[in-house]
C-alpha cells in the first residue's frame, strides 16, 4: 500500500493557510488530518489504514457543515438545513453558493464519489479498497477540501 | 519571521509543476515559493511557463495564497532577461532574482519580503474569471472523445519543422480559405507586465473566418510525446488563458473567444500511469481544440467543420 503521505501533508498545509482556520470549528478539521498524517506515514498493508483514510473524510462534513453555518448566519441568507450531512451541505453550497462561489461541476461529481465510495466501504462487512481506490479517494478529497478551502469567509 | 508551518516539496495532483514549498507564517496565511534555475536566457517560451505556475496555484489554492518566485540563473543574467523579469514581478505577488548563489543577505531579503507579502489586489479579477472560464471549458472534456491522444504508441513520427511543412502544403491550394502565417493575437501580458512594447502571440496559422460573428481558427502545431513535453505544454496553458483577455477602459476583461485556438498534435499528450488525462483535461480547460495533425483533420478545421 502506498503512504500517501504528501497528498496528505498538502491538504492539511493549504487548510492550515487558509482564511478558514481561523475559524474555531475547523481546529477539529485539521486535528483530524493531523491523525490522517500519521496514518499515512505507516507503510503497511494492513486494514486500519485504509479504513481510517476513509474515516477522516468525515471531516469535509464538519469542514462544509461550518461553511454552511458560517454562511447562513449572513443577513439575508437561507437558513442552514437541520442536520450537517456531505449531502445537505452540498446542497445548500449548490443552491445558495457561498459569497457567490459554488464547487465546479467536476467538483460536485468528485463529492458525489466520495459519498458513494464511504458507503461502499464503511457500510459493508469486509469490504476494501485497492491502492488505486485510495488513490482516487484521495486525490477527490483534496480537490474538494481545496475548492471549498478557496471560498470567501 | 517565526515560521509556523513549512512543508518541502509539497504534492498537488492537478498542478503541472510543484512549488519548492509552502510555507504559513501564521493561520490563514499561505506562500507557495517556485524556485526556478534557468541555464540559458528567458524567453517568452521559458518565461510564460512561470506564468502558468502562478495560475494554477491560484486556481488550485485560492486568490488568497502568496505566490512567490525565486529565479537563479545558472549561467548569471543575461541582456534581455530584465524584460522577463519585468513581467514576472508585475505578476508574481514576490518575484526575486537571485544571481550571487546564495548569500546572506538575500536569504534575510527574502525573508522580509515574506513577512510583509500580500497577494496583489489589482490581479483578483483575472483569477476569478480565469477560475469560471476554466470551469465552463472543463464540462467539455469527456474521456472517450480524447482517448486517442493518450496512446504512447502514437509517437512522433516527424520534427514540428517537418510538421509545419506538411501542414502549410495541405491547404495553401485550397480555395476560399485565407490562411495566414505567424498568424498574430493580442492579448494583456504586456499590460500586466508594465512593459512598453506590444507583444503579440503568434500562432503557426491562423484562418480568417467566412462569416463575420465567426471568431478566427488560429492553429499551433507540435510535436509532443510521453516524456519532455511538459514546459511546451505548460507554455501553451499560458498563451491560451492570456489570449481570451484585454484591457478594456483600464479594467482587465473576458473578451469571450475573440479566437478559436486548435492545437494540432503530432504523437500523444499521454500523463503519468495514475491520471493518462492529466495533460489533455489541463489543454482541454484553458480552451484548447485537440486534433490529430493530419491533413485531413487541418482541412477539416480550416473549413470549420468541428
Known amino acids: ?153 | 519571521m517565526r515560521h509556523h508551518l513549512i512543508q518541502k516539496n509539497p504534492f498537488f495532483p492537478e498542478l503541472l509543476n510543484q512549488p519548492e514549498f509552502l510555507i504559513v507564517p501564521e493561520v490563514g496565511k499561505l506562500i507557495a515559493v517556485f524556485v526556478y534555475t534557468p541555464r540559458e536566457s528567458l524567453t517568452w517560451r521559458t518565461a510564460l511557463p512561470m506564468v502558468e505556475d502562478l495560475f494554477e496555484i491560484k486556481l488550485a489554492t485560492g486568490l488568497s495564497t502568496i505566490v512567490a518566485a525565486l529565479l537563479i540563473p545558472i549561467n548569471g543574467v543575461s541582456r534581455h532577461d530584465p524584460v522577463y523579469f519585468q513581467l514576472l514581478r508585475g505578476l508574481f505577488d514576490v518575484f526575486a532574482v537571485n544571481d550571487g548563489a546564495g548569500d546572506a543577505g538575500f536569504q534575510q531579503w527574502m525573508l522580509d519580503e515574506f513577512s510583509q507579502a500580500e497577494p496583489r489586489n489589482r490581479l483578483f479579477r483575472l483569477w476569478a474569471l480565469e477560475r469560471e472560464r476554466v470551469a465552463a471549458n472543463s464540462a467539455k472534456f469527456s474521456e472517450q472523445k480524447y482517448v486517442e491522444f493518450i496512446n504512447q504508441k502514437m509517437r512522433p513520427r516527424i520534427t514540428r519543422a517537418a510538421l509545419m511543412d506538411e501542414m502549410q502544403r495541405a491547404v495553401v491550394n485550397e480555395p476560399a480559405l485565407e490562411a495566414v502565417s505567424d498568424f498574430p493575437v493580442s492579448s494583456p501580458k504586456d499590460a500586466l507586465a508594465g512593459l512598453d512594447q506590444r507583444h503579440f502571440f503568434t500562432f503557426d496559422i491562423g484562418f480568417r473566418p467566412r462569416y463575420p460573428d465567426e471568431p478566427p481558427r488560429v492553429i499551433d502545431f507540435v510535436a509532443l510525446d510521453r516524456y519532455g513535453s511538459r514546459e511546451k505544454i505548460r507554455y501553451l496553458m499560458t498563451k491560451a488563458r492570456l489570449v481570451s483577455y484585454a484591457f478594456d477602459g483600464g479594467e482587465l476583461a473576458y473578451r469571450g473567444d475573440p479566437v478559436k485556438p486548435v492545437l494540432m498534435i503530432e504523437g500523444n499528450i499521454s500523463g503519468p500511469g495514475h491520471d493518462p488525462y492529466r495533460y489533455v483535461k489541463a489543454l482541454v480547460s484553458v480552451g484548447w481544440e485537440l486534433e490529430h495533425a493530419d491533413p485531413m483533420s487541418l482541412r477539416k478545421v480550416a473549413h470549420g467543420d468541428f
Not at chain 1, 44 to 51: E, F, G, I, K, P
Request: glycine share 6%; hydrophobic share 35%.
Open chain 1, 1 to 153: 500500500m502506498e503512504t500517501f503521505k504528501r497528498e496528505i501533508a498538502t491538504i492539511l498545509t493549504q487548510l492550515v493557510g487558509s482564511k478558514w482556520a481561523m475559524h474555531p470549528p475547523v481546529q477539529e478539521v485539521l486535528k483530524e488530518y493531523q491523525h490522517l498524517e500519521g496514518a499515512a506515514r505507516t507503510p503497511t498493508q494492513t486494514r486500519r489504514v485504509s479504513l481510517q483514510i476513509f474515516h477522516a473524510s468525515r471531516a469535509i462534513d464538519t469542514f462544509l457543515g461550518h461553511i454552511v453555518t458560517h454562511e447562513s448566519g449572513k443577513a439575508g441568507r437561507p437558513p442552514r438545513p437541520p442536520y450537517s450531512t456531505l449531502g445537505n451541505s452540498l446542497a445548500y453550497i449548490k443552491a445558495n453558493g457561498v459569497g457567490g462561489s459554488r464547487f465546479t461541476p467536476t467538483t460536485d461529481i468528485d463529492l458525489d464519489e466520495i459519498r458513494k465510495d464511504r458507503n461502499k466501504y464503511l457500510h459493508a462487512a469486509n469490504v476494501f479498497p485497492i491502492d488505486g481506490e485510495i488513490r482516487r479517494f484521495l486525490i477527490r478529497t483534496a480537490t474538494a477540501l481545496r475548492e471549498a478551502a478557496t471560498f470567501p469567509t
